[in-house]
Structures are given as C-alpha cells and as structure tokens.
C-alpha cells in the first residue's frame, strides 16, 4: 500500500505514515522511511500507549496513531496518514468541510463526516489529544494545514477511504467557480438506505 501511494503522488519524500492494529500493539511505519520501498520488518511495534516493542523507532506522528485506535476501538484496525497535495491544499482553506459539496454518493458514503483538527506540529502530543476527540464523530480527517488521516476496521477500508478523501478534494479543486450540479439532500440520503 505504500508503495502504491508513492507511486500515485499521494505520498513523496518522507512523508506520510501507515499503521496496523495488532491486538493490544500496533505495527508502524518507521521515523523518516519513504513509503516508497518499505518493507515489512521495518515496522515499529508499539503498544498502545505509544512503548516501543522492538528495535525500530516509530513515526513521530505515532501519538495520533494511538490516540485513534484508544478512543475508536474497534472502528480502528489501520490508520493512513498522507500529505497528498489536494487534501493537503484543503487543509489551508478556511472551511475546508464547507468547500466539500454534495458531488459524488461516493465521498458521504466512505469520507463523511470529515473532522478539521486545528493546526499543532508534526509529532505533537497536543495533535494526539485533538485526533482522539475527533475520531469519536469521524473516521476521516484533515489536520489543519498538514494533510489527511483516515482510520478503517481494515487497512483496505482506511486506505479506501484516503482515496476517496483526496479524489473528492481533487474534484473540488478541478471545478472550482463552475456551475455544479450537486447532490439533493433526498439523494444525499438516499445513499445510505440500502
């Protein structure tokens, strides 16, 4: 998977993070790693108060991480964290959730509601304690001029959810000031009787 956000543009660098509940423990991507080429045994282990468990050292985003598996339990099997450029670019808008229309059945039925953290620095215990409020209402987010993080009972589902955030801001940036044809609200509803 992370290799296939790089290769996509949705990860660059060295930044971005990918991480698997485990139980009680979580296996995360590694401090400074690429995603481009990571490999499995470069994973940190940690518990769920952020400890390390073996001899890798885990992303300094990992209190977020663990803040998302401590308050949404269940909900929260995998978390993908991405500064891929249109959610990114949606994260400095003053509204971001405003600027996101009714345009697609997709982005209600996998994104929203989309949570705004406010802005703290990469690594920040503060940005923890903010993701762990938020991920009560929302299983996507957008950290304030800092990019997206998703969680999902599966890492398919929180990547599928990653996408569909950052497809949806790329959309909203592509028709930006045309006349758009958006969803009722009936059929905003529509979506999820099923």
């Not at 903010?130 to 990019?147: I, P, Q, T």
């Amino acid at each position: 998977m992370g290799a296939s956000f790089y290769q996509r543009g949705y990860a660059f660098g060295s930044t971005g993070n990918l991480s698997i509940r485990d139980g009680d423990r979580v296996w995360i991507s590694p401090t400074g790693r690429s995603l481009r080429n990571l490999r499995p045994e470069e994973f940190a282990l940690v518990d769920l108060e952020g400890r390390v468990l073996n001899d890798r050292k885990p992303s300094k985003e990992s209190p977020f991480h663990m803040a998302a598996y401590r308050v949404a339990g269940e909900r929260a099997g995998a978390v993908v964290h991405l500064h891929s450029t249109y959610s990114a670019a949606l994260s400095c808008l003053k509204d971001p959730v405003g600027a996101l229309l009714p345009i697609t059945p997709y982005y209600q039925m996998r994104v929203a509601p989309l949570a705004v953290v406010p802005y703290f620095r990469p690594g920040s215990p503060k940005l923890g304690e903010f993701v762990g409020d938020a991920v009560r209402e929302s299983n996507c987010m957008l950290l304030r001029n800092h990019g997206m993080t998703c969680l999902g009972r599966t890492l398919e589902e929180a990547v599928d959810r990653a996408e569909e955030l950052e497809e949806t801001a790329k959309l909203l940036f592509l028709l930006r000031g045309r006349d758009l044809q958006l969803l009722t609200d009936e059929e905003v509803r529509e979506v999820f009787r099923n």
